[in-house]
């Protein structure tokens, strides 16, 4: 069994301490094998926002746990227009990784992330025909059985949000061939501050039996209609389960839990799980 914790939009420098120490806490306790940070690190992509950040990655890592992550939108500076322009991830790549498109194997499993983050789009996200490409040549050097998991910090599918939508990343047709063409099971991502799980079949028909899963923000203050939450996702024999952590009083409580296993193709609801503490 592999065991991920999926984190998103960290923002340090908008973020409380007692919920960084809160999901330190929990990540212990829950021994991943990897934790996934889905983008927007920082605030504000200054230098000692992304020292925050980078200390909190070194404690998970001194705990001996792996970490992979992407950039987000925030982690690209705004009003800097000169280093937003000519130098947008100089910072993440000294302090979070030099890597944008990190790619780690677990044992059954394949994470493979990709940046979506851009000077001229500042919020919104792009994918491009050389990152489809990417993906889909470095999922075909991995197991076929293995599950294959696509991490970007937007998601590559409009999402609803509480009675709204988060606009799908731009050139969305290129994420389309960038999924179907790597057989990409699962799609992590942040953005909305919203945790949810969706059948990407369901947003758009042609995106296959791939799930679509939302992780909202873990340690902002900055939230959108949902408490700070992470997700827990457990893959083994086919089967998953997303677990969503949310915070309640002094601690990250799992609120939700959801089973599915892979048949004909695509992933189906088995049950509802007893969240794991």
């Known amino acids: 069994m592999a065991r991920l914790v999926h984190l998103s939009d960290l923002h340090f420098g908008a973020h409380d301490e007692m919920l960084v120490e809160a999901v330190e806490a929990k990540i212990g306790r829950l021994k991943p094998d990897l934790v996934v940070v889905s983008g927007d690190f920082t605030q504000r992509a200054r230098t000692e926002q992304f020292k925050e950040a980078c200390h909190f990655l070194e404690k998970l890592r001194d705990d001996g746990h792996e970490v992979l992550g992407v950039p987000g939108n925030h982690d690209v500076p705004l009003y800097d227009v000169l280093r937003r322009f000519l130098s947008p991830l100089t910072r993440y790549r000294r302090f979070i990784d030099e890597t944008l498109c990190p790619f780690i194997e677990l044992p059954g499993v394949a994470v493979l992330g990709i940046n979506t983050a851009r000077s001229l789009t500042f919020k919104d996200g792009r994918i491009s025909e ?68 969706h059948h990407a079949s369901d947003l758009v028909t042609r995106a296959g039996g791939a799930l679509v899963v939302q992780a909202g923000t873990a340690t902002s203050i900055r939230v959108r209609e949902q408490e700070q939450s992470f997700n827990t996702i457990d893959i083994a024999d086919g089967c998953l389960t997303i677990t969503v952590n949310a915070w309640h009083d002094d601690d990250f409580t799992p609120s939700d839990a959801q089973r599915y296993e892979w048949q004909d193709g695509r992933w189906r609801i088995l049950k509802s799980e007893e969240p794991a503490h």
């Not at 389309?176 to 949810?196: C, Q, R, T, Y």
């Open 130 to 197: 050389e990152q489809v490409e990417f993906i889909r040549e470095t999922f075909s050097r991995t197991d076929p059985n293995a599950v294959r998991v696509l991490v970007t910090h937007h998601p590559l599918l409009a999402i609803p949000v509480g009675e709204g939508v988060e606009r799908a990343v731009g050139r969305q047709e290129l994420a389309l061939d960038a999924v179907e063409k790597a057989g990409v099971d699962l799609l992590l991502a942040g953005h909305a501050h919203h945790a949810s799980t």
